[in-house]
């Protein structure tokens, strides 16, 4: 396993231990904090050229407890869900709760192609850096989006931290968005849908301030 995705794997089992299924288990604020990034991915179907099943396949990279899934059912947001984890008690509680849909543990970087999706999002992983030099996760992340990227049909979609704002912590990865725009257009997909237009504080769920990326096949 990549020693990043091993970091972040003992980083979430701890905090899962400690808090369960809730936001916090998750490593979210709060229940209102973490919907509205659950809002935001499920957002990847909104565009003008996906024609395909009316029950798309997702994958759910860095699923958690499933927490996702449960949105999308009480939205009543109908899709083939599929969840991995590298935290196998995140993965078993998913399986429980949910056993209309497919979970398992893996890391994604180690996942063959055999098997693509028609999308794939990741909420809230490639937001910390914990210890790690910023290089490191840098590269870690787009050796993740670019993953991502080939398993996917139709698009994806994906959350970080923006460097536009007036305090910074150090556990936080940030990404700048103007940079991020640049390098998916050169080196990803030229269909590409980057939504700058929120922030926590406005919107009353917390005090992060973050970006969502849209990526779609051209």
């Not at 998916?184 to 030229?190: F, I, K, M, T």
Request: with cysteine.
């Amino acid at each position: 396993m990549n020693k990043i995705s091993s970091l972040l794997r003992d980083y979430h089992a701890s905090v899962f231990s400690e808090h369960g299924a809730t936001a916090k288990g998750v490593d979210w604020n709060d229940e209102s904090e973490l919907l509205h990034r659950y809002d935001k991915m499920l957002r990847v179907f909104d565009m003008d050229f996906y024609n395909g099943s009316s029950r798309p396949s997702l994958l759910d990279v860095g699923c958690g407890w499933g927490g996702l899934a449960s949105r999308a059912k009480e939205l009543g947001v109908e899709i083939d869900y599929h969840g991995v984890d590298v935290v196998e008690a995140m993965v078993e509680h998913g399986k429980a709760t949910h056993p209309e849909a497919t979970f398992f543990v893996g890391d994604i970087l180690e996942l063959k192609g055999e098997r693509s999706y028609d999308f794939l999002i990741c909420n809230g992983i490639l937001t910390q850096k914990h210890n790690l030099p910023i290089p490191d996760m840098e590269r870690y992340a787009k050796e993740v989006l670019r993953k991502m990227f080939s398993l996917c049909r139709y698009g994806m979609a994906f959350n970080m931290m923006s460097t536009r704002v007036n305090f910074t912590v150090s556990n936080l990865y940030y990404q700048n968005p103007v940079e991020l725009l640049a390098w998916l257009l050169a080196e990803v997909s030229p269909r590409v849908v980057l939504d700058h237009g929120y922030s926590s504080l406005a919107s009353g769920v917390g005090k992060y301030y973050d970006f969502t990326a849209y990526v779609y096949k051209h």
